[in-house]
């Protein structure tokens, strides 16, 4: 699940891409790009590059054609153009997310984050996917990640939205409701 946040003028450059690679037929090459410059762009020297006020667009372009130049379909190059001209290169970490996002959308996928207290097996992993799946009636993504304070359990967020069945989630929850009973 992508942690990054995006604004509304990357959404904005985010879905122009995407009803354009949807229309003309090449949504695969554009995720790829996608994949390609979120990998890149989430190096730190890269990253920092893009951020530094003493580099204009224009050196930041070439930056990103030196490295990307021939792997890029018309389409992100198009975009990488537009984005220098109005002097937003900045906006660039965001939209590979912003893509991601409506990529999801468009396949009916949700992404979301599983915590446990110890590592799962894929097989569990799986069968919590599969489980949400039938519940949302959209393809259920998850990333794990251990989370030890947990206790037991899992907890899964989707959507913005947290279910907790972790063992401390349940302590918490009985703590509580323990602060809120009124002694007579």
Known sequence: MSSTHVSSAARRYGRALFEVALEQGSLDAVRADMKLLGTVLAEATTAAALADPRLDDQQKRAMLDKALGEYLHEHTSFLLG????RT???LLAQIPAAFEELLDAHEGRLRGELE????LSDEDRMQVEAALSEKTGKKVSLETSVDETLLGGIRVTLAGTRYDGSAK????GLRQRLENVELV
């Open 116 to 119: 446990s207290a110890r590592p």
């Open 82 to 85: 537009v984005l220098e001209k």
């Open 169 to 172: 989630g349940r302590l918490d």
């Open 88 to 90: 937003r290169l900045a």
